[in-house]
C-alpha cells in the first residue's frame, strides 16, 4: 500500500483551478460533503449495476457542486486496500458534481492497476472525493507531503506525474517527489519542474 499512487487524467499543469480554500466558505464544505461522497457512490452503482451514467442532483446555490473544480476520486475496501482512484488536475466538466460522475466511474472501470468493478463488491467499498485547488509553482523547499499535494513534470512538460497529499507510506518532500517522478518515468538526476496544490478531502471513513 505505501508506494501506491493516484492515475491522472491529462490537463495542463499551468491551468488555474476555481476551487481555493480561501475562497470557500466553511458552511459550504459541512453539508457539501454527504452529498459529494454519496454522488460518488450512487455514480459508480448505477453504471457497475445497470451501465447508467446518472445525472448530478440539484444542489442549493451555496453547494461546490455547482462550481467547476477538478476532482479525485478514490475507491477503497473495507480494509483499506485500494481499489481504483482517477482524477483530474483542472476542470474538465462545467460543475464539480459532473466532474465527481465521471472520475468516479473511471476509478470504477478505467483504473489501469485493476480490474474493473464488479455488482459483488458494492457493499463493501468506501469513497473518498479529494477536491483541488489552484496549482501553484514551487521549489522542493515549498513542499509538504502532509498539507500540499505535488505536480512534476519534466523540463519540457511532456512527462508528468501526480501524487495526492497526506498519502501513506510519504511522510517527506523527497519520497514525494521521488514517487510521483517515477510515476511519470522522469528519470534521476533529470530537471523537474515543480508545482503544488492543496486538497479538501471528503470521505465516508469515520
Avoid at 505505501?2 to 491529462?10: L, M, Q
Avoid at 476532482?71 to 481499489?83: H, M, N, P, W
Wanted: overall charge neutral; some cysteine.
Amino acid at each position: 500500500m505505501a508506494t501506491k499512487t493516484e492515475h491522472v487524467e491529462s490537463a495542463s499543469p499551468a491551468a488555474a483551478v476555481s476551487f481555493n480554500d480561501a475562497e470557500v466558505l466553511a458552511s459550504q464544505l459541512s453539508p457539501a460533503g454527504c452529498q459529494i461522497t454519496a454522488l460518488a457512490r450512487a455514480a459508480v452503482e448505477a453504471y457497475v449495476l445497470k451501465r447508467e451514467v446518472i445525472g448530478p442532483d440539484d444542489s442549493p446555490l451555496t453547494s461546490l457542486l455547482i462550481r467547476p473544480s477538478a476532482c479525485f476520486v478514490c475507491i477503497k475496501t473495507l480494509g483499506r486496500e485500494l481499489r481504483g482512484c482517477i482524477g483530474t488536475i483542472e476542470p474538465e466538466k462545467s460543475t464539480l458534481g459532473e466532474e465527481v460522475i465521471v472520475n468516479a466511474i473511471k476509478a470504477a472501470t478505467r483504473d489501469p492497476r485493476f480490474k474493473p468493478l464488479s455488482g459483488d463488491e458494492l457493499t463493501s467499498l468506501r469513497y473518498s472525493v479529494d477536491v483541488l485547488g489552484r496549482l501553484e509553482p514551487a521549489v522542493f523547499e515549498d513542499l509538504n507531503p502532509s498539507v500540499f499535494g505535488v505536480v512534476v513534470t519534466n523540463h519540457s512538460g511532456s512527462r508528468r506525474g501526480i501524487l495526492l497529499p497526506s498519502i501513506e507510506g510519504i511522510g517527506t518532500p523527497g519520497q514525494q517527489v521521488g514517487v510521483a517522478a517515477r510515476k511519470a518515468g522522469i528519470k534521476a538526476g533529470e530537471p523537474l519542474k515543480l508545482y503544488r496544490f492543496r486538497t479538501h478531502r471528503f470521505s465516508e471513513w469515520v
